[in-house]
């Protein structure tokens, strides 16, 4: 798993340039029904069988639809991450020497 900000108290979350105050919940454009929320979500990513996991992701998120949206530069971030991860367990998986499985009968 791979954290892409500690959790902060209150609605700020620690950025680029240190700490930044997070925006009011809009009404969500998705479902158009509720105010967002502000939330430290996880996403999870897949290539090839491969899974990661990113926690720790700052997200205005809708609790009726559960649409996510973030802050500008965050989505690259988090894209970024799960690559390195990715790419990292991908490489692993192919020097991993391969497991076979032998039946023996003595009669």
């Known amino acids: 798993m791979y954290n892409i900000s500690k ?9 680029q340039g240190g ?8 009404i969500c454009t998705e479902c158009k029904q509720t105010e967002t929320q502000f939330q430290f979500v996880s996403m999870e990513f897949e290539r090839e069988g491969v899974q990661v996991e990113v926690e720790g992701i700052p997200a205005m998120v809708c609790p009726n639809c559960g ?4 802050a ?15 790419d990292a367990a991908g490489k692993a998986k192919k020097k991993a020497p ?8 003595v009669a």
């Open 7 to 15: 959790r902060q108290s209150g609605k700020t979350a620690r950025g």
């Open 19 to 26: 700490k930044r105050k997070m925006k009011k919940g809009k």
């Open 72 to 86: 500008p530069g965050v989505a690259e971030q988090v894209i970024a991450a799960a690559n390195e991860m990715l």
């Open 98 to 105: 391969e497991l076979h499985q032998y039946v023996v009968e």
């Open 67 to 70: 649409e996510k949206a973030f």
